[in-house]
């Protein structure tokens, strides 16, 4: 089924797949492959969102994850929340998004590295998440989710995307010309020749750099080509960007009429997608406050029983202290006591509260100084992470421990090398031989792995 889809999505129109899947759905409702089912509708999502319909890919996404609820399987769980990421990226819900695609990124690395279907799934999650670290203005992690995918697989997409990165965040004209002239190569092999929404992007991203060469004319052919292919796989945001683009290009040109052309149809494509994405955000809202219910409605009912059991022992309680009042006398003055013993601890622990945060941030600014005292003093207040690291390879050095503490803190590695001022590139080095220390993957996420083994 994964397969089969895969193929066709370069094959058939939009409309046809979501067909082709809805056909699925049925055959896996008779025989209770809840699997299938589930896959059926995600994969109907992924069409709706390609399509720029937000809000009908959201329905089905909804209607996946109800479904995969009682189902076992970290390839459905990763293509759930990899689409939820897709989403959340689009209406630029941006940390939200980044969120669902750690938890996909997480499932992906749970699957069989000798199978191509999971391989090209952690691909795709990578490829995505170097869109949600531009977003996020983390440029240079970006690269390194992108230089991932292609060593998995090379794709045009991301080999062009790397493209466009040394064109506009580092500038390196020589090396922006060889990720082009290697996507173009691609885009002629087998696997990618009918693709036309992969030479689309491409064409876009290469006419970012054919502009940035001051090769005007030319950039506005690419952006056109661009726009043909995506009108033919009925991708309206690759258009909305070729169209802005473009009317950029006519003013250059000093062409005001093409210039107001263009401009007029972003404008008028522009307020059809704001109007699906609005839905798609009101959509996602009722979806938060859905659950926020079910929790408080869970949670009212243990409320209620615990009332219940709570009445009960309490009439239980007042009968035993009636008919041992003399006897429990002193108790109730030790009572008494512990009360207010217990609000002194609340106070105390409110007080506590208050100064771990004053504590994290004097940490977080301990780090940014390179300051000899930060690493006792992250160990004092966050003993867990370097105890286990510890556990995993007692010969970590303090440098390491420093380094494993700054990731964990959510610094990147363009600031953990300002911090102790060092090259970026050789703080790169750094996490590499800590993944080789830990015995971890080179493509496992520190910072996923440092939260996850310091939160056990």
Request: contains cysteine.
């Amino acid at each position: 089924m994964i397969k089969t889809n895969e193929v066709l999505r370069t094959r058939i129109s939009d409309d046809d797949l979501i067909r082709w899947n809805k056909g699925i759905i049925k055959a896996a409702t008779q025989i209770g492959y809840r699997e299938g089912e589930a896959m059926g509708y995600v994969n109907i999502a992924n069409r709706f969102l390609f399509k720029g319909d937000l809000k009908k890919g959201l329905e089905y996404l909804n209607k996946a994850e109800d479904i995969s609820k009682k189902c076992r399987d970290n390839f459905l769980f990763g293509k759930i929340n990899q689409e939820y990421c897709q989403i959340y990226n689009k209406i630029n819900v941006n940390r939200l998004a980044l969120d669902y695609n750690s938890k996909a990124m997480n499932y992906g690395l749970k699957l069989r590295k000798d199978n191509r279907d999971c391989r090209l799934f952690l691909r795709y999650v990578y490829s995505i998440r170097s869109m949600c670290m531009y977003k996020i203005k983390r440029p240079d992690s970006a690269i390194i989710y992108l230089h991932k995918c292609t060593k998995i697989d090379p794709n045009p997409l991301d080999v062009a995307h790397i493209g466009r990165h040394y064109t506009e965040y580092e500038v390196k004209p020589d090396s922006a010309e060889y990720y082009f002239r290697w996507a173009f190569e691609l885009l002629e092999t087998k696997s990618f020749k009918h693709n036309k929404f992969q030479r689309a992007v491409v064409l876009q991203d290469y006419g970012y750099f054919l502009q940035s060469q001051k090769k005007n004319n030319q950039a506005i052919i690419a952006f056109k080509m661009s726009t043909e292919l995506a009108k033919q796989v009925n991708r309206p945001m690759l258009i909305l960007y070729n169209y802005n683009e473009l009317s950029k290009l006519y003013k250059k040109e000093h062409n005001p009429n093409k210039e107001n052309e263009y401009l007029n149809k972003a404008n008028s494509l522009k307020d059809s997608l704001d109007q699906n994405q609005n839905q798609a955000v009101s959509l996602s809202i009722n979806k938060l406050i859905e659950e926020k219910e079910k929790g408080w409605a869970e949670l009212k009912t243990e409320s209620t029983t615990a009332l219940w059991y709570g009445s009960v022992l309490m009439l239980l309680s007042i009968l035993f202290i009636l008919y041992f009042y003399v006897r429990i006398r002193k108790k109730r003055t030790k009572l008494k006591e512990s009360e207010k013993i217990i609000l002194e601890i609340e106070k105390e622990t409110k007080n506590l509260k208050r100064k771990l945060s004053e504590n994290h941030e004097n940490i977080i600014q301990l780090a940014r100084h390179n300051s000899i005292g930060f690493l006792p003093k992250f160990q004092e207040a966050y003993p867990e992470l370097c105890s286990e690291l510890l556990k995993i390879n007692p010969n970590l050095s303090k440098s390491d421990l420093s380094f494993c503490a700054m990731i964990w803190l959510g610094f990147s590695s363009k600031e953990v090398a300002q911090c102790i001022s060092m090259e970026h590139r050789s703080a790169q080095t750094k996490k590499y031989r800590i993944r080789k220390k830990l015995n971890l993957e080179p493509e496992t996420d520190l910072y996923c792995f440092f939260r996850s083994i310091s939160e056990q």
